[in-house]
């Protein structure tokens, strides 16, 4: 989350996404602390327990040691039309839905033919009922391999990107 606002008011003042505010071995070591930080907590709480033989220490290594959810990169959970895909049919819209709520100024998406030329209607845009949906328009394609690339920042301010293939035509035929 924190990361988000920080990517997000360095875009606003001039900065740009992809040159990210903070360093890579810096994110990395404020990590490692983080955990260092943790792992003594959780000797610290063992020895009071075993020391002691404390409920509050066992208490407090139940809370400690339970599972919580930490926000992960936004994941590709499902495409239309899917990855690998031929359809028989063009398709009228690329539509892309993601693990989590993604930042509308951030996110893209683009269809591209053989020769890497842009063939979407460069409508790229959320779903305004479900943050989660990004699409593009497009025309009528002829038979062809094409790939979706997309590029998205989810809101705890991780960017992903890749892309994937699909094929307009006879199912076989273009293998």
Do not use: C
Not at 31 to 56: D, E, F, K, P, Y
Not at 86 to 91: K, M
Request: aromatic fraction near 6%; proline fraction near 8%; glycine fraction near 10%.
């Amino acid at each position: 989350m924190i990361e988000g606002i920080v990517a997000r008011a360095w875009a606003d003042h001039g900065g740009a996404l992809s040159a990210p505010p903070m360093s890579p071995w810096l994110h990395a070591v404020l990590w490692g602390v983080a955990a260092l930080a943790v792992g003594v907590a959780i000797v610290v709480i063992i020895n009071v327990v075993i020391r002691r033989r404390s409920t509050l220490g066992l208490v407090l290594i139940l809370v400690v040691g339970v599972p919580v959810p930490v926000g992960a990169h936004a994941a590709l959970v499902k495409s239309t039309p899917a990855r690998g895909a031929t359809v028989v049919q063009p398709p009228q819209r690329v539509e892309l839905i993601f693990s989590e709520r993604l930042e509308p100024a951030y996110s893209t998406v683009a269809v591209l033919d053989g020769t890497g030329q842009q063939v979407d209607l460069r409508d790229a845009g959320l779903s305004p009922a479900d943050s989660r949906r990004l699409s593009v328009s497009l025309p009528p394609l002829p038979a062809g391999a094409y790939t979706v690339r997309f590029r998205v920042l989810s809101v705890d301010g991780h960017v992903v990107q890749s892309d994937f293939p699909f094929t307009v035509g006879a199912r076989g035929a273009a293998r």
